[in-house]
């Protein structure tokens, strides 16, 4: 028994979390609990390949276990597990490298090297001899969050030219909606009101009788205890036509969304393989503002792609500012080994990509503000955080339309709605300061 723990390292997006989670309920159902790094008897890193900085991450952690955990055996899964191939593969402490094709497997793996490999080095198993399918698991609940995600889809066909995940994840493939709505359930039954949809690329979202993302939606919506339900993120390219009226059929469906725009400007776009245009782009909001007025949105932005010049990087800009987002993600572009844009002429100088994202986050900030401030003096119902501010005292929460928003209380709110007044905005990413209303539940 005293061999039965382990400690899970996760790094990247939601859907990665999310497998995190499977992977969590797998060996907690499999008689094993969680223990910190440096005590953990087994370590599974779920890496995240996106930017260097996540492959970096991965390794430091990796080499921390190493240092101050020498008995720990370590798995290394996720997106970025080839990456880390070259330089850990002869430690012995590390016992298994697989991709994300091998994550359903984890607790397998586990399992096996306890039951014959015990005391040995056991690396690169054959996968063949172990069966056990962590998948099978439908997650009961979401290791310290408010707000669950639920993956429902996996993989990606789109090939943006900067991006590894399709060669990472694969092929674009989806839950059936049955599967989903049981899961979706048994969270809402303890206690998660808030559901998250999440995976590669949603729009892609497609199960094998056909069935798209808005049947998922609509079945989500009735089951009673999901109070609100969101989607991560969803790519404007494959944007499903009937989503503007979906937005608008259902108080559940909650006014907000990450629609990653990365450029601006058609010619950078077209260079991105992003199979939108920025006219398309702002045809899909202004017909989600028009059916919902208090709708928000928020972005990822990427900034020195390959012949970006200064005239396309203003204009890009202007296009973001002019659409209007309440949070803007700015990436500095750099080359993902592997890809077409690595290959790319005209590539940007690191000085001017480093100016261009200091200028980017000062505007986006000064029009992220313009937009909160229009919210100021309005009541919204928030969905408070498990935990107050570490800092502060203060408890926080999200509105419909995702904004955060802290305020004072004695009372304990830990989970539950409640009213809140939007009072100051305060600048740059902090939370709007707002006022409990009451304390009764919403
Ligand atoms: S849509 Fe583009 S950026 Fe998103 S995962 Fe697919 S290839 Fe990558």
Redesign the pocket.
Known sequence: MQDKTFYLYTLGCKANQYDSQVIREGLLKSGFSEAPADEAHFSIINSCTVTAQADNKARKQIRAIITRNPSSKILITGCGAKKHEDLFADSPQVVFIGGNEFKDRIVGIVNDYIENYHGMTFNFPDLNTISSDSHAVHITAFEGHTRVFVKVQDG?E???T??T??YERGDSRSREIDDVCKEVEGLAKNGFHEIVLTG??LAQYKTNEGKLLTDLMRALVQISDVKRLRLSSL?P?DFPDDFPQLFASSDIIQPHLHL?I?SGNNNILKKMN?RYTVERYREIVAEIRRLKPDFLLTTDFIVGFPTETEERFMNSLENVLDIGFSKVHIFPFSARRGTPAEKMHGKVSKEDIRRRVKYAINETYKKAFEIKQSFIGRDFEVLVESTPEKETGNWSGFTPNYLKVQFASDANLANSFVPVQLKQVLYGDEPIMGELLHVSRI
């Open positions: 990606c789109a090939y943006c900067y991006c995940i399709p590669i690329h790519e390219h990653p990365q992003r």
